[in-house]
């Protein structure tokens, strides 16, 4: 009868161990989910503040809450921060590029106008190539064009930087 009690014990502390150990897995298993949902959450909450604008080191601007009259303010105003530097090295970039494409397309004029002239002579070149030239150099100044109309309207946005 003792040897059935203490089989019965033995068999009861089997149960418990297993049961825990099964709520243990569960909770390491599901710890996972829960890990992924409040970083969901986190990821919601910032958005929501930060107006879907992720930490741009060159755009974001510090505010302090602790200043009086202070309000919790977006702290990426695109349209209100700018880094003069940033917009003066852009305009330089987009300017060395409209300099290379002239430059560019005067080559391909000048090429095209050399084979009319072997043309004239020689009458072995066709006119194809030539006309192909001369439409390379338009396609190179309309977006050498369109380059320029963007650094107008970086200048005309913020004269300050100028």
Do not use: W
Not at 85 to 101: C, F
Request: charge should be negative; charged fraction near 25%; include cysteine.
């Amino acid at each position: 009868m003792r040897r059935r009690n203490s089989f019965i014990n033995a068999q009861s502390f089997v149960e418990y161990a297993v049961i825990i150990a099964v709520v243990a897995a569960a909770i390491l298993a599901g710890r996972a989910f829960f890990v992924r949902a409040l970083q969901a959450k986190y990821r919601q909450s910032a958005d929501t503040f930060g107006q879907g604008e992720q930490y741009d080191k060159r755009a974001t601007k510090d505010v302090s809450l602790d200043t009086p009259g202070s309000d919790l303010v977006p702290t990426i105003l695109p349209e209100l921060v700018h880094d003069c530097d940033v917009i003066r090295e852009r305009v330089t970039g987009l300017e060395t590029s409209i300099s290379n494409l002239y430059s560019q397309a005067d080559k391909l004029e000048q090429s095209a106008a050399s084979l009319a002239v072997s043309a004239a002579l020689v009458g072995s070149v066709s006119d194809i190539s030539i006309k192909q030239y001369k439409s390379e150099a338009t396609s190179l100044r309309d977006e050498a064009a369109d380059k320029q109309q963007q650094v107008d309207t970086i200048r005309g946005k913020f004269p300050d930087c100028f």
